[in-house]
């Protein structure tokens, strides 16, 4: 462990770099475990098949991959709809969406992944985009566009839904729906639909936080189980159903294991995240941001 | 907190004793077979039959928090791991006989099991089961960077030499793990049958309910946390010896992390004998399908009938039998 400021503040830099990437993986647990009350486990499942979506569409077709996100975010949207629909007739409508639902979602993870193992192989998959390989320095900061291009665009994705859920009826009809269920129908929205269409959200985010997933680090199919802690924790920690909360806390978890890789070695950062995740539960159940 | 009020203890006569003679019987009477046929058959029936009852001790356990209290544990790899490098690195400081090992294991894994509890179990059932999968997650990072125990590169584990009874040492490791799925099954009925039972039983139906009744909500979900744990841990100890070379990816293995899921709830998760039945259908399933098709394929297959039981027959094969004998009463 040695240390210097310029490590510091590097990994500082990158840590938020990180961050923004994370924030992009947790909306989409934000949305359906915070709000919706849906354990989706399968998230970060759903992630690595949207990286390996973008794989395929730039070594087949050649299509870029920040074009590709936009149109496999599209049909992941219908698709989560669908996905929606039929986890609320065979769970939530019975009633029994903790034990059942919960190996529910573990199944479709693990269909996923094997899934993908079956396709891909195990190795590893890197996507290499010429436009991205500058890195720019700020005094002695580096900052690689391979870092940063993800980064903004998660933060932007995080935005563009903030004001879509603040600014439209149905999107304030989501977060309706996090607080009361029966209100939402008082003033004539239908609950389900409202959902439905939010959990459209959560899958098409996870694809595209996929698609920033290869742009970042190489991908492999069982990769996923990796965000899992930390997608819970940022949520947990941001405090459940607040998306300002989540990015602050994708910022934290970030900056956390950036600095743990920069000063311990790169192999301890998927400890972080559950640490955090303990922590936040042990202490502040609520979160940050937490109501 | 206190103790449970008498009105909820149940009348004596009304429910079967807690300790099962039939179990402990026919548990006797495999180790029986399985001494005499044992030095006969080929070995290959012998590994087949040690992974079975290894996933009964895995299903069992797994049912102890799932099944009765209704808390889900996605960490199971993590505590059979957990099992497999405690002997690991117990055998590489000391010659210590296996039944030893296996005790250290299970107090190794129950107090992970028990301190990821404590730290969760208060809150809603879910947080849990987040832990529980971040904490597989980070007991194979501790275990990659542990040089001590093989790290990535993984260990090799030799075989000692069979032991006076036995015509080898493949054959001991079957009868440890009879015995200890016997005594797993064993707690699992006497669970079932008690106050303890009871008392998860009402957890699991209405948590807030069950604490305004008196129920020790909090103890009760740690002792459950604590022995599905120990359980895992302990099925996971005699692994090394079975396989000989134990690395990461071997040890948080994703078929035993599936497995310990699908089994209990494919089975039916309300009384003992539907992990066993899972464990039995489903690992003997597996093991003549491997030959057949490739281990990806076979999981993957596990993983569409876990959605498909737990989509359209909740209640699993035992609920199934149920449902169809009532029919024709």
Not at chain 1, 169 to 182: H, S, Y
Not at chain 2, 7 to 29: D, Q
């Amino acid at each position: 462990m040695n240390f210097s400021w310029d490590l510091l503040l590097n990994a500082v830099t990158s840590g938020i770099m990180l961050g923004g990437f994370y924030a992009a993986v947790a909306v989409g647990i934000t949305i359906a475990f915070g709000m919706l009350d849906i354990v989706n486990i399968a998230h970060p499942a759903f992630m690595v098949l949207g990286a390996f979506l973008a794989f395929l569409s730039i070594n087949t077709l050649g299509i870029d991959p920040f074009l590709s996100a936009l149109g496999f975010a599209a049909i992941a949207f219908v698709f989560g709809r669908y996905f929606y629909r039929a986890y609320y007739h065979f769970f939530e409508r019975r009633g029994d969406d903790s034990l059942q639902g919960l190996a529910f979602f573990f199944g479709i993870m693990f269909i996923v992944e094997i899934s993908l193992v079956l396709i891909f192989g195990v190795d590893y998959r890197l996507i290499d985009l010429p436009y991205l390989a500058t890195t720019y320095e700020i005094g002695i900061v580096q900052i690689p566009l391979r870092l940063a291009a993800p980064c903004l665009a998660g933060v932007a994705m995080l935005v563009a839904i903030q004001f879509y859920l603040s600014r439209t009826f149905t999107g304030r009809a989501i977060l309706a729906v996090a607080q009361d269920l029966e209100a939402v129908r008082f003033v004539g929205a239908d609950p389900i639909r409202t959902k439905e269409i939010a959990f459209g959200i959560a899958m098409a985010s996870a694809i595209v936080a996929g698609v920033l997933l290869i742009i970042i680090q190489s991908v492999e199919p069982s990769i996923g189980r990796e965000f899992i802690g930390r997608a819970f924790a940022i949520c947990v920690l941001g405090g459940m159903t607040s998306l300002p909360g989540t990015l602050l806390a994708a910022m934290i978890l970030g900056i956390a294991e950036t600095m743990t890789s920069t000063f311990f070695g790169p192999s301890w950062s998927p400890a972080v995240a559950f640490g955090l995740l303990l922590l936040t539960l042990a202490f502040k159940p609520s979160g940050l941001l937490g109501r | 907190m206190t103790a449970l009020s008498p009105s909820l203890s149940p009348p004596a006569r009304r429910l079967p004793k807690p300790f099962s003679w039939p179990v402990l019987v026919a548990g006797l009477a495999i180790v029986a077979v399985e001494m005499t046929l044992g030095a006969q058959v080929s070995e290959y029936y012998l590994l087949l039959a040690y992974i079975i009852l290894q996933y009964v001790v895995l299903s069992t356990g797994w049912n102890i928090l799932g099944g009765y209290a209704g808390y889900v544990n996605f960490g199971t790899a993590g505590f059979f791991a957990v099992g497999c490098y405690t002997t690991i690195a117990l055998e590489k400081l000391a010659a210590v006989p296996l039944p030893l090992a296996i005790l250290a294991a299970g107090v190794v894994a129950g107090l992970i099991g028990l301190g990821t509890g404590y730290l969760t179990l208060r809150l809603r059932g879910v947080f849990f089961s987040i832990a529980t999968l971040a904490l597989a997650v980070v007991l194979q990072t501790l275990i990659v960077n542990w040089s001590f125990v093989g790290g990535s590169r993984g260990a090799y584990v030799m075989r000692p030499d069979a032991i006076a009874p036995f015509a080898s040492y493949v054959q001991y490791l079957l009868v440890v793990m009879t015995v200890l799925a016997m005594v797993a099954v064993l707690a699992a009925i006497a669970i079932e049958r008690s106050w303890i039972g009871m008392g998860l039983a009402a957890i699991r139906d209405d948590e807030l309910a069950a604490e305004a009744s008196g129920v020790p909500g909090l103890r009760l979900k740690l002792l459950a946390t604590t022995l599905c744990g120990a359980f895992m841990g302990m099925a996971g100890a005699p692994f090394p010896y079975f396989i000989t070379y134990v690395d990461p990816p071997s040890a948080f293995s994703l078929a035993i992390a599936v497995n310990a899921i699908a089994m209990p709830l494919i089975g039916g998760t309300a009384t003992w004998w539907g992990p066993v039945l899972g464990a039995v259908l489903l690992g003997f399933t597996q093991q003549v399908l491997t030959v057949t098709i490739s281990s990806a394929a076979n999981l993957l297959i596990v993983g569409i009938l876990l959605v498909v039981f737990v989509t359209v027959a909740p209640t699993g094969v035992v609920g199934i039998t149920r449902a169809w004998r009532g029919r024709r009463a």
